[in-house]
């Protein structure tokens, strides 16, 4: 069984931080690009960020440019979204998705192959 398990979401305050971690199970992580994607209620999913599987090359929408931080651990088979000076807009469900061996496009959610379940991300006072 392929599966991809999302953790690390919660509740926090603007302006704090947050560390989302995807640990892939039943397939060898090196070999994918890995997605973080959102949504929001009424909003349609979106790209955030990519780390791809060849050379580590990683993308991040402009939205979360400068804030967020993708990076791999391929001894742990996890990925990890380092999320920085959060923002009320930046709360959504966070999934985590796998490409094999890469997406057609990095933050196109079709390009996808696997996904978890979800994290919930509440940026609130």
């Known amino acids: 069984q392929l599966q991809l398990v999302e953790s690390g979401g919660g509740l926090v305050q603007p302006g704090g931080s947050l560390r989302l971690s995807c640990a892939a199970s039943g397939f060898t992580l090196d070999y994918y690009a890995i997605g973080w994607f959102r949504q929001a209620p009424g909003k349609e999913r979106e790209g955030v960020s990519c780390i791809s599987s060849s050379d580590g090359s990683t993308y991040y929408a402009d939205s979360v440019k400068g804030r967020f931080t993708i990076s791999r651990d391929n001894a742990k088979n996890t990925v990890y979204l380092q999320m920085n000076s959060l923002k009320p807009e930046d709360t959504a469900v966070y999934y985590c998705?796998?490409?094999?061996?890469?997406?057609?496009?990095?933050?196109?959610?079709?390009?996808?192959?696997?996904w978890g379940q979800g994290t919930q991300v509440t940026v609130s006072s």
């Open positions: 998705a796998a490409a094999y061996p890469s997406p057609s496009s990095e933050l196109l959610d079709t390009s996808y192959d696997y």
